[in-house]
Nanobody, 121 residues
Framework: QVQLVESGGGLVPPGGSLRPSCTAS?????MGWFRQAAGKEREFVAT????????LYADSVKGRFTISRDNPKNTAYLQMKSLKPEDTAIYYC?????????????????WGQGTQVTVSS
């Protein structure tokens, strides 16, 4: 059983940056970030392979967000820059034991509790 714990959310002004992190209690293969804004469905943000060599981003965050991981620390990060009010959401870390590059939330078997990111002046 893998447990995921996120941290690093917060309140930032438009144009600001945040770097949430996600620490896993066990070994994971592909890890990802999803987000859910109030009144909306959960959506894919980014995913990264075990060795970091394969990443994929949602079009809405491409060029502004960077996903990375530190395997000795069992931790994944989501560097977020040039934040916009529409990035406001609860950000969830997710992990799966398979290696396929998938973006659907149904393919991720492990989830963190979420961390709130609010972009507002």
């Amino acid at each position: 059983q893998v447990q995921l714990v996120e941290s690093g959310g917060g309140l930032v002004p438009p144009g600001g940056s945040l770097r949430p992190s996600c620490t896993a209690s066990g070994r994971t293969f592909r890890m990802g970030w999803f987000r859910q804004a109030a009144g909306k469905e959960r959506e894919f943000v980014a995913t990264i392979s075990w060795n970091g060599g394969s990443t994929l981003y949602a079009d809405s965050v491409k060029g502004r967000f960077t996903i990375s991981r530190d395997n000795p620390k069992n931790t994944a990060y989501l560097q977020m820059k040039s934040l916009k009010p529409e990035d406001t959401a609860i950000y969830y870390c997710a992990a799966r034991t398979g290696s396929a590059l998938v973006t659907g939330s149904q393919y991720y078997g492990y989830w963190g509790q979420g961390t709130q990111v609010t972009v507002s002046s």
